[in-house]
């Protein structure tokens, strides 16, 4: 099972009016451990009041370059983002887990593909690191990038961007989209929805057919887009999600199976090790129940959608209340959420090794 290490913040650096850079140093013995593909997330953690928080960070930095780098949006009250922009300090000690994450790209050197990006605020971090990484590994491939924000001055790596734009002008186009500033023109006033999508494609991918595509943004923005992409012909396996933060909407939820004094029995195969304890039946899920017995399981954003519980079910059966992180491929393979599992069979295995 992957566990948190403590890092060393070398790095604090201020990437938007409310977003921050937290730059970690990675020693020699964990930079294998750390190795990443583009488009990866780290989860992290901070003790707070005696209280454990814990969130998942988008990677902006590329494979193979040091020191390893998050970007977090300060939320107004966030546990976690208000604490590290008012406390941490370049010396302090964060705890994180190496790399994971099924949104990320892995680009050949002879690709030749045209990607699109579509980004909605703090959704830039994972989509700056595939980019970049694309662009400097595949000297032949071509990238769009639609980026939508509030104004210029809350988007995230922004003179990075411009950067790369001018370091592969032939290759690279940017827009950026700004709800709550005015441009020189009106396509790029507003954000990414329902009626921009399709103007800003007819108007900028107008004859082009894209071999792949990334979305990062909330859920709304994120089937908006991915819809647009579909009736454009490409195809379910060639676009990329990652949803940020819990969605607000549950997308038809089952009933929590619930079934009263019936409880099943959890064997978690961890490590070469095996714990077993029994819950009721009664809604919860397996991360929680096994917290209440003294075991620690995998878990960040307990919304179904960091997929840091990821995990295999060996023997038995679960309901998944929210899936916002797993491919179909792996639902079909018995990978399963633990924050989101419910056990409807009197006895559940899961593997932790098979992951």
């Not at 941490?88 to 050197?109: C, I, K, R, W």
Request: contains cysteine.
């Amino acid at each position: 099972m992957r566990k948190f290490h403590p890092l060393k913040i070398v790095a604090l650096e201020q990437e938007a009016e409310d977003a921050l850079c937290i730059s970690l140093a990675v020693p020699a013995t964990l930079q294998e451990e750390f190795d990443f593909l583009p488009g990866q997330h780290l989860p992290v953690q901070l003790v707070r009041g005696g209280k454990t928080v814990r969130r998942t960070y988008s990677i902006c930095s590329v494979p193979g370059e040091l020191p390893l780098r998050i970007g977090i949006r300060i939320q107004p009250g966030g546990q976690f983002s208000e604490l590290a922009s008012k406390h941490l300090n370049v010396g302090d000690t964060l705890e994180v887990m190496p790399p994971f994450g099924q949104f990320h790209s892995s680009t050949d050197a002879d690709s030749s593909k045209t990607y699109l990006a579509f980004a909605a605020g703090s959704g830039i971090t994972p989509i700056l690191s595939i980019l970049t990484s694309a662009l400097t590994t595949a000297p032949n491939c071509r990238f769009t990038l639609f980026y939508s924000n509030r104004s210029q001055r809350s988007a995230m790596f922004i003179d990075a961007l411009y950067a790369l734009k001018n370091r592969f002008a032939e290759r690279l186009q940017i827009f950026f989209l700004f709800s709550q500033e005015a441009q020189e023109f009106d396509i790029f006033d507003g954000r990414l929805d329902e009626k921009s999508v399709p103007a800003l494609m007819d108007a900028f991918c107008s004859g082009v057919t894209p071999d792949e595509a990334f979305i990062c943004g909330p859920d709304t923005m994120s089937e908006t887009v991915r819809n647009a992409l579909l009736l454009r012909g490409l195809e379910a396996k060639d676009i990329h999600i990652e949803r940020f933060g819990v969605p607000r909407q549950v997308r038809a939820r089952k009933e929590k199976p619930q079934a009263e004094g019936k409880s099943a029995r959890i064997e978690i195969v961890m490590d070469g090790h095996r714990k077993t304890f029994d819950m009721l039946i009664d809604g919860r899920n397996i991360v929680d129940a096994a917290a209440d017995q003294g075991i620690e399981l995998p878990f960040s954003c307990k919304g179904g959608v960091c997929a840091s519980c990821r995990t295999f079910v060996s023997q038995g059966a679960v309901q998944m209340e929210t899936n916002y992180a797993l491919e179909s491929w792996e639902v079909e393979k018995g990978f399963v959420l633990a924050c989101q599992s419910v056990p409807v069979t009197d006895a559940v295995t899961i593997d932790y090794d098979k992951i």
